[in-house]
């Protein structure tokens, strides 16, 4: 069974900095591309970063140059660098990863991490 685990959300000022992490645990042969979504209160889940095995990443328009999404393949883990914060950037911060098991890959989320930006 594979489990993303988040760490890292919490309460900042505007203009301040969170550094949000992922892990994954589990039966795993590879992760494939990693990426971070959110979800504000009325609203639907959007994409925020992603990046793929090699490194390549995308970012949503509204988080370009002052988000960072990294990654460690030998550790499982992903990572976002937010900075500059900005009040609408407050959401539940979901990680997602494609995962291969098995002679199958599987699309899986973390339970979500709380970023609450305040003005």
């Known amino acids: 069974q594979v489990q993303l685990e988040e760490s890292g959300g919490g309460l900042v000022q505007a203009g301040g900095s969170l550094r949000l992490s992922c892990a994954a645990s589990g039966s795993m042969f590879s992760i494939d591309a990693m990426g971070w979504y959110r979800q504000a209160p009325g609203k639907q889940r959007e994409l925020v970063a992603t990046?793929?095995?090699?490194?390549?990443?995308n970012y949503a328009d509204s988080v370009k140059g002052r988000f960072t999404i990294s990654r460690d393949n030998s550790k499982k883990t992903v990572h976002l660098q937010m900075n500059s914060l900005k009040p609408e950037d407050t959401a539940v911060y979901y990680c997602n990863a494609d995962v291969r098991v098995s002679f199958t890959s599987g699309n899986y989320w973390g339970q979500g991490t709380q970023v609450t930006v305040s003005s």
């Open positions: 990046i793929t095995r090699s490194r390549s990443t």
